[in-house]
């Protein structure tokens, strides 16, 4: 069984810096892709960031603010957030393409609430 821990959400005030971390763990035998999602009240979910060993990619509307990063050794991800907007509240999820013991599977973590409020 794999386990994808976030932790790093929190409330802050407009134009202040969060980081994300995500770490997976159990059978991981190899992870292709890991990335963010966030989920707004009444909104779909939609992709953040994603990030594999070739390249990175993070959404236009937050890619002058927001950086994903990963470390190969201890399996996590991190997104680090900076110069936050109200807009940005949601529930951020971390997602990993990953091979376990079962094959090619996707998993996602539970969840960390973003607040950005004055």
């Known amino acids: 069984q794999v386990q994808l821990v976030e932790s790093g959400g929190g409330f802050v005030q407009p134009g202040g810096s969060l980081e994300l971390s995500c770490a997976a763990s159990?059978?991981?035998?190899?992870?292709?892709?890991m990335g963010w999602y966030r989920q707004a009240p009444g909104n779909q979910r939609e992709l953040v960031a994603t990030?594999?060993?070739?390249?990175?990619y993070v959404i236009d509307s937050v890619k002058d603010r927001f950086t994903i990063s990963r470390d190969y050794a201890v399996n996590t991800v991190y997104l680090q957030m900076n110069s936050l907007k109200p807009e940005d509240t949601a529930v951020y999820y971390c997602?990993?393409?990953?091979?376990?013991?079962?094959?090619?599977?996707?998993?996602w973590g539970q969840g960390t609430q973003v607040t950005v409020s004055s």
């Open positions: 997602n990993a393409d990953l091979y376990d013991n079962y094959g090619n599977l996707v998993y």
């Open positions: 159990g059978n991981v035998r190899a992870i292709d892709a």
């Open positions: 990030i594999t060993t070739r390249s990175a």
